[in-house]
């Protein structure tokens, strides 16, 4: 059975092509454009990764991770930011959040697979 990835990304672009990289390598994919709804999705179908945008509407991707990590039903989810702070104490604050790990936008094909693949893997 495919994985199924829950894509929490609020620009219609970076959605799409998250979406179609992701469909056709054969993964399942879901989809939230509001840290609640990516919440809300995770806790309702237990995805087994979250690609996690940061500057989202509502409430951010660090405190949807926050969330995330404090319901047992969810908290070993591994959890991906997705985002365009490239900046060295972004990647700091986005590490020290607790997120499993990072990719850089704009997405490049190779590295943003390899980096699932690896945190399927590390799932597993």
Known sequence: MAATIL?????????KLARDILQAQGYATLEAVTGED???L???RGPDLVLMDIQLPGISGIEALRQLRADPATASIPVVAVTASVMQTDRRQIVEAG??????????LRPFLE??????????
């Open 42 to 44: 995770a806790r309702e």
């Open 7 to 15: 894509i929490v990304e609020d620009n219609d672009k970076n959605m």
């Open 115 to 124: 980096a699932v693949r690896s945190h399927l893997a590390g799932a597993a």
């Open 99 to 108: 997120f499993d790990g990072y990719i850089g936008k704009p997405i490049s």
């Open 38 to 40: 990516g919440v809300r």
